[in-house]
């Protein structure tokens, strides 16, 4: 008997479990922005040293994702979801007694831990969900996948402040205590209940060079864009904390496409690079991930142009959330149907009409009306591009003992494009300073959605041909 028809009774049960993990990594993407503050604060620390509570965080899950992903597939994903649970977890305790033992610095630990099981969590359930599914449901699973992890990093602010609301500021490690419990009976049940992945015995050795290398090229470039000021970008490039490490992770990945050719299991397929379908699904992905965190300026839109009261923003993000909430598992069911690129390019075309309508109609001329129907457009428009096409376009065109590693590795492209893309738009907003500004970022991302659906034009499925 095949695995997917030992596993077919037990699909539900699979589908909630890998669900609640995609939940918990989630939220803590963004439920830390909030309260940033407050630890800073707490901790007697300036902005330039508490921003890296956040920062930290995201360098580490994009440089090991694809490693770890990697590893899931050699040792078996349901493993490492598992142990990635319990690493999460200990993060999030080492975290939460940064307060009283170790400082600033133990939460930095903290966070680096929470990251590494952030960096197993989602791409081992992606990929997992993706081949369990049968090809007529896989769609829908990757699409109420795509609908969790993405509200949950819309929403992880939100939670954020709740807690913090009611626990009081003093309270703010009861952030991190929270998920404990969830954290050990998420990693129970992945390990009593969950089937255990075939892997391959035959696969050669573990690519360590390669995979070192790999991470460290991603942490150079990530802290090298970060140092770069788009309103002043010959500046910035100029300064050593730029050009550094982008020079640094120049020569690691010259090192690596040396070492790569002689591993007998690379952490990434060189291959990858010279196939249409896949190089195409990379491009769209660094493009969604450039559209998806331009969600995070909303609030600032909506208190400026509506001369909102400071923290009133974040109400207009569930204009994007709901909307996103509902047509995200629609575009998984119509994946199933149609294929994911018809989705894919109604899904942007929505955005793009979102976008240039806030542009051209909702900002110029402000009021809650055109402002919030303007995001619900968009809003339909992400539920549709982010997440299952994408995934589901990477799963098609790569092996299925490849998968985990194919899906972290579109991850990081998108995770590149979130880290690249905020100070393009920061840049846009301070270059010419009121409404135009907001109406010259609004417009960049429509154009950044253009080319996604202009790359999604060169796409062909290997299943339909088209």
């Known amino acids: 008997m095949t695995r997917t028809g030992q596993t077919g009774d037990k699909l539900g049960l699979i589908l909630a479990i890998f669900l609640t993990g995609l939940l918990i990594g989630g939220l803590y993407v963004g439920m830390v922005s909030p309260v940033r503050l407050v630890v800073q604060a707490d901790f007697g620390i300036d902005d330039a040293t508490g921003i890296w509570m956040i920062n930290i965080y995201t360098l580490f899950y994009a440089a090991l994702i694809p490693v770890i992903g990697k590893v ?192 007998e299991d690379p952490v990434f397929h060189l291959e990858y690079l010279y196939n249409r379908p896949i190089v195409v699904t990379m491009i769209v992905s660094f493009f969604i991930g450039c559209f998806i965190i331009s969600m995070v300026l909303v609030p600032e839109l909506a208190e400026y142009v509506l001369d909102a009261p400071l923290g009133t923003g974040g109400y207009y993000v569930l204009a994007i959330g709901l909307l996103s909430f509902v047509t995200t598992p629609i575009g998984g069911k119509l994946i199933d149907k149609v294929g994911p690129k018809p989705v894919l390019l109604v899904g942007l075309s929505l955005s793009i009409v979102g976008l240039l309508f806030l542009a051209l109609v909702a900002v110029p001329a402000p009021n809650p009306a055109t402002l919030i129907g303007g995001l619900m457009i968009v809003g339909a428009g992400m539920g549709l591009a982010m997440g299952a096409p994408t995934n589901y376009m990477i799963l098609e065109n790569t092996s299925k003992e490849d998968s985990t590693a194919a899906v972290a590795t579109i991850a990081l492209i998108r995770q590149i494009g979130t880290s690249v893309a905020p100070a393009i738009y920061v840049g846009l907003i301070a270059s010419v300073p009121g409404l135009p500004g907001f109406q010259g970022m609004l417009l960049c991302v429509a154009v950044f959605n253009a080319l996604a659906l202009l790359a999604m034009l060169w796409y062909r499925s290997p299943n339909t041909n088209a």
Request: one cysteine or more; hydrophobic letters at 55%; proline letters at 5%.
């Open 72 to 263: 899931a597939d050699r040792i078996g994903r349901t493993r490492v979801f598992t142990a990635c649970m319990v690493v999460f977890c200990v993060g999030s305790v080492i975290c939460g007694v940064s307060q009283r033992f170790g400082g600033f610095g133990f939460l930095l630990v903290g966070r680096v831990i929470q990251a590494i099981g952030a960096g197993g969590i989602i791409p081992v359930a992606n990929a997992e969900i993706g081949t369990t599914f049968p090809p007529e449901k896989r769609g829908m699973a990757l699409g109420i996948a795509a609908m969790v992890a993405g509200v949950s990093n819309v929403f992880g602010a939100v939670v954020g402040s709740a807690i913090i609301e009611v626990v009081g500021i003093a309270n703010w490690p009861m952030m991190f205590y929270l998920c404990i419990p969830f954290c050990i009976a998420v990693a129970l049940a992945a390990a009593f209940l969950l089937p255990r992945s075939l892997v391959n015995p035959n696969r050669g050795k573990m690519d360590l060079a390669g995979s070192f290398l790999f991470a460290l090229a991603v942490l150079l470039l990530l802290l090298g864009v970060k140092e770069l000021d788009f309103t002043a970008f010959g500046e910035s490039f100029l300064r050593p904390t730029t050009w550094g490490p982008l020079l640094g992770a120049a020569l690691c990945v010259v090192a690596f496409r040396a070492v790569e050719h002689r591993a």
